[in-house]
């Protein structure tokens, strides 16, 4: 049974610009070390950043009220770990997976689009 459902679109030049200003400050704030060192190696680590931010809007966006707040950007990381590069979640604040699961969400589905100027994620939880 769905018990949320989050979308979100980023522009890439926006994270691009946060980027070219902040620099590592930006990017250790928000991403995780892995997810860093996968959009790093990418040709264009903005549009892959930008996929991840989408990833965790969408991703907090569909969480309960009383989950929100006590979520984190780093709290979760989005990393490719399919043979397709399918985005998969993966909890890194053990605390707020379990708050979570005693929320009773399970699974969490999530889909990453790049087109052009534009990244949009969208989130279900189960």
């Known amino acids: ?22 620099g590592t400050n930006f ?3 928000v991403f995780t070390g892995p997810e860093i060192e996968y959009c790093s190696g990418k040709a264009h680590p903005e549009i892959h950043f930008s996929g991840r931010w989408a990833g965790k809007e969408a991703f907090y966006k569909a969480l309960p009220d009383q989950l929100q707040s006590v979520a984190t950007w780093k709290g ?51």
């Not at 018990?3 to 946060?18: E, F, H, M, T, Y």
């Open 76 to 126: 979760i990381e989005i990393l490719s770990e399919t043979a397709r590069g399918r985005p998969v979640i993966r909890f890194i604040d053990t605390d707020f997976r379990e708050r979570c699961t005693e929320s009773g969400l399970s699974r969490f589905h999530l889909s990453i689009s790049h087109e052009h100027d534009y990244c949009t994620a969208m989130v279900f939880m189960e």
């Open 27 to 29: 990017l250790e704030k």
């Open 1 to 22: 049974m769905v018990q949320g459902i989050g979308i979100d679109i980023v522009a890439v030049s926006r994270i691009k610009k946060l980027m070219d200003l902040y």
